[in-house]
């Protein structure tokens, strides 16, 4: 089996070292010989850097390994980029989820408003990865699940449409095996589902058996009914945050318990409800930095003064495993079916083909086959319609350095109530954001 080389771009995340963990555990199915990581903040990365480094040399695995900034030396030779970046990082997210709720709006890392100052971003950072990566490796291939991913997927698709690129997010897989517990499989493995909608923003029309072809469905539906994707002792998730979004779809799923609802639509559906639970003064990103970030780099920095990861609390991201089963149905054209943020094409009959929808998808060497999803209910494509739009009219906004577009962007997120609302949050955020982007 031929073996790969791998550049983790934004090789200082909290998630790197669960994806080096990840692929040492899966050399069987997917080999690997080199394993770069890249970052443009040097000293972050070279926490991470050091521990991974310390973590490979005791496992011995043989897989080549360095750290850099510079982006020739990154880029060069690889075969597959795995990119989530975090441009900002959690400072930048910080401002992302309280400047909405400063005028009580949803304050959130992907949706609304915050996610819309988020894209200004990203779409950046992503393209800079991009353009290295086929400047250096032109025959590599893009793993992106660098957020937001519908926006960032929408401006590849738009800006670079030859890129070798694909957009994947591991929340429906979450929910997923939320899914098979509560129906008692072993794992989402076994079953077989029929997904469709925008990143963060879609529903499940089917949910079957794997091996016999069973329909699930009502069995899950009289569960999520009642729990949500919790379980019956309304636990689903360890922080008490994600548990509380996974109780909450349920709210989600009375609106059309034909369909299950992927959880980041309670932020469109419940918004209110969102911002009465959240305090504007201590959000998710105060969470994340008190908690995720703080522990990865304590626990990095206590590997590197020990020198060794024998005694380290580190484990590995099992649950990322599905950049794994992409890069290696990429790599051996093993037609796996997986959910990815592709041009619609024809895939939901009733929506528009450029639309950058997440559908199954087959995947193989030679690109990707999205699976036939039909026609969908008035319901769900009236809301899909509303928020690809919003979507459209940032990477407008961004290719036109436009303000007009902005604020018709924010005027037209359901998670905002008025066009004066808009411009205030709009006003607050080119403020916070001068560093990254501008608008006129
Ligand atoms: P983080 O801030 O800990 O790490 C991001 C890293 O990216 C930082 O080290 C930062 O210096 C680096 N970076 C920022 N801009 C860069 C650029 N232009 N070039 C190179 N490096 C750059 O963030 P995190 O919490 O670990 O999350 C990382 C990303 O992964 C986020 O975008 C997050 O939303 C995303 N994510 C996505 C999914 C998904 O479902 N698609 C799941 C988990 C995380
Ligand atoms: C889910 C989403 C990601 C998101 C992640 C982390 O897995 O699919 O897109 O980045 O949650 O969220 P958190 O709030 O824990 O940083
Ligand atoms: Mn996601």
Not at 92 to 101: A, L, T, V
Not at 133 to 141: D, G, L, R
Not at 279 to 289: K, T
Not at 386 to 407: F, G, N, P, R
Request: proline share 4%; charged share 25%; hydrophobic share 40%.
């Amino acid at each position: 089996m031929k073996k790969s080389s791998i550049l983790i771009a934004g090789g200082g995340s909290t998630y790197t070292h669960g994806i080096i963990l990840m692929l040492l555990d899966n050399l069987h199915r997917f080999p690997v010989d080199e394993i770069k990581l890249y970052d443009n903040d040097g000293p972050r990365q070279e926490v991470v850097a050091k521990a991974c480094e310390i973590i490979l040399r005791e496992r011995s695995s043989g897989i080549r390994f360095s750290y850099t900034t510079d982006a020739e030396t990154a880029f060069t030779g690889v075969d597959f980029v795995m990119a989530h970046i975090r441009q900002g990082k959690l400072p930048m997210r910080e401002k992302d989820e309280k400047i909405p709720m400063k005028y009580g709006c949803v304050g959130q890392e992907t949706c609304g408003a915050g996610g819309i100052a988020y894209g200004m971003r990203s779409i950046t950072g992503v393209l800079e990865i991009v353009d290295y990566m086929t400047q250096y490796s032109p025959n590599a291939w893009m793993l992106n699940y660098s957020n937001p991913a519908a926006i960032v997927a929408e401006a590849t698709h738009r800006l670079r449409p030859d890129a070798r690129i694909y957009h994947i997010c591991d929340m429906p897989i979450s929910i997923e095996e939320a899914m098979a517990r509560i129906l008692d499989y072993r794992s989402a493995a076994d079953l077989e589902t029929r997904y469709y909608g925008l990143n963060h923003f879609g529903w499940w029309s089917s949910v079957r058996d794997k091996a016999t072809g069973e329909d699930l469905m009502p069995r899950l539906a009289a569960h999520v009914r009642q729990f949500g994707y919790a379980d019956e002792q309304g636990e689903g998730k360890e922080e008490i945050s994600w548990n509380e979004t996974f109780v909450k779809a349920r709210d989600s799923f009375a609106l059309d318990p034909s369909s299950f609802p992927n959880t980041y639509l309670q932020y469109y559906l419940y918004g209110d409800d969102m911002v009465a639970h959240t305090s504007p003064d201590y959000s998710r990103a105060n969470e994340v930095m008190a908690g995720r970030e703080r522990f990865v780099f304590s626990e990095c920095q206590k590997i590197i003064d020990e020198g060794t990861a024998v005694n380290t609390q580190l484990t590995i991201d099992e649950h990322a495993s599905y950049i794994v089963d992409l890069a290696q149905a990429i790599a051996f054209n093993t037609k796996r079916r997986m959910l990815l943020i592709v041009p619609n094409n024809g895939a939901i009959s009733n929506f528009d083909d450029d639309a950058m929808v997440e559908v199954p998808c087959l995947v193989g060497s030679f690109g990707v086959e999205p699976l036939t999803i039909g026609a969908i209910p008035a319901f769900q494509r009236g809301l899909l319609y509303q928020q690809y739009s919003v979507e459209k009219l940032v990477v407008d906004a961004w290719i036109e350095k436009s303000y007009q577009k902005l604020w018709q962007a924010l005027t037209l997120s359901k998670t905002i109530p008025s066009a004066r609302v808009a411009k205030q949050i709009l006003d607050d955020l080119i403020e916070a954001n001068q560093e990254y982007w501008t608008v006129e």
